[in-house]
């Protein structure tokens, strides 16, 4: 399955869209390894600098996802559904306000769930004669949960139900399939699951309900601050000029120094160590290969990642070494992690992203095999099982022997 699709022609010059999966907990590419050849090839590239909103650097608008519009935008296309309140919303009642859309599954307990700390945050940037012209909009995208009470439970358990400005709006599944496809945003259901994979585009509606900017959360939206931060300003570029003012929070920092690229040799990725005092870098590792897995606890897959990390360290008995490297997760929950799955190798806290987010990090799991000289080799999104793993560091590094397979 492609992780990219078209979005609408007549709305974006270069649209991009990740997908969310609440079952595999993670954007779904085709996520072959790629070695010796530079560069990630997935990510467009961010908008021209004179095409950037004001207060947006190309960094985060790369982090967002941020997409300009055709010159001539067109009208949002129309839903009527119903909040988490049990209160009909409809696009005619949100006029003369900015509409933040997005569509959201209301069982995800991962990526959506950086969404909803991304909206939270933002709507604190938000300038205060901004935030009440502002709604922050999601439509659920999982039709086997669609009753109020279900979006009213995500809201609370996220923290977004204290929001004034915020508006989970559900329907029934055919309405809500009817709201996607207007949309153009995918959504593949699993029946016996009762799961969905869908599309993960946010939508910036103006007041007179054209779409004026698109962007998309995945795996980046760990990075709370810069994401949040490009979302408000993104929806204060779209009010009229005397409804705006300066957004709070701060833009994303540029790449680690070097590049990140297949063939770049970056700056030390670096953070708080998950185990004890300390902190633990990549530089320390420099000399062997190197593994860098990049997981969260609330992501299924990374638990079978976690898992042939550890099964491939003891396989190779430290002649590579290994770094795991916890985003999006306060200590604790990354320390738990950790200790339930047995991980025996150096784990580091990136509890904001922001070693996840400079390092261009995709999707959750994702691997980076680093050469003894802290050259990247290898860029790999996804899973990656541990005989293919085994496959790939014995064909990188001459010195191991040939493995059983």
């Known amino acids: 399955m492609s992780g990219e699709k078209s979005t609408r022609g007549t709305v974006w010059d270069r649209p991009w869209i990740l997908w969310v999966s609440s079952a595999a907990l993670l954007a779904v590419v085709a996520a072959l390894v790629v070695v010796g050849v530079r560069g990630m090839g997935a990510t467009e590239p961010a908008p021209a600098a004179d095409a950037l909103p004001t207060g947006l650097n190309e960094a985060t608008a ?7 519009v055709a010159t001539d ?70 039709p086997y949960y669609p009753k ?52 993960s585009q946010i939508f ?6 054209h779409i004026v ?51 770049d040799t970056p700056a030390a990725v670096h953070g708080p160590s998950l185990s004890g005092p300390g902190t633990v870098s990549s530089a320390s590792t420099r000399g062997s290969f190197t593994v860098v897995d990049f997981w969260s606890s609330t992501c299924a897959a990374c638990t079978q990642q976690l898992s042939a990390d550890r099964t491939e360290a003891k396989t190779l008995g430290g002649q ?42 995709s999707e959750l799991p994702y691997t980076v095999i680093l050469s003894p000289d802290g050259t990247v080799l290898v860029r790999h999104p996804g899973l990656f099982t541990a005989d293919e793993l085994d496959y790939v560091v014995r064909e990188l590094d001459a010195k191991l022997p040939p493995g059983d397979g």
């Open 62 to 68: 790369e982090l967002i996802g941020a997409a300009p």
């Open 204 to 209: 910036v509606i103006g007041p007179a309900g």
């Open 320 to 361: 590579v070494a290994f770094l795991g490297v916890d985003v999006g997760d306060d200590t604790n929950a990354g320390r738990s992690m950790a200790a339930r799955e047995h991980i025996a190798f150096p784990v580091l806290s990136d509890a904001a992203g922001t070693q996840a987010a400079r390092y261009r990090v």
């Open 148 to 199: 109020p009470a279900d979006v009213k439970a995500w809201s609370a358990k996220n923290g977004l139900d204290t929001l004034p400005n915020w508006e989970y709006l559900t329907g029934t599944s055919q309405q809500l399939a009817a709201a996607a496809r207007a949309y153009d945003v995918p959504i593949e259901l699993d029946a016996d699951t009762r799961t969905v994979s869908h599309g």
């Open 213 to 263: 900017g698109q962007a998309a959360f995945g795996a980046e939206s760990a990075d709370t601050g810069p994401f949040a931060h490009g979302l408000a300003v993104l929806a204060v570029d779209a009010l009229p000029h005397g409804d705006s003012g300066k957004v709070a929070g701060k833009n994303l920092a540029a790449a680690l120094p070097g590049g990140t690229g297949i063939g």
């Open 73 to 142: 935008p067109v009208t949002a296309p129309a839903f009527a559904l119903t909040d988490q309140n049990g209160r009909t919303v409809d696009s005619a009642s949100l006029r003369g306000k900015v509409v933040v859309l997005s569509f959201n599954d209301d069982k995800c307990t991962d990526l959506c769930a950086m969404l909803a700390d991304d909206i939270r945050v933002a709507d604190t940037d938000l300038p205060a004669a901004a935030r009440a012209k502002v709604e922050f909009v999601s439509i659920n995208a999982n």
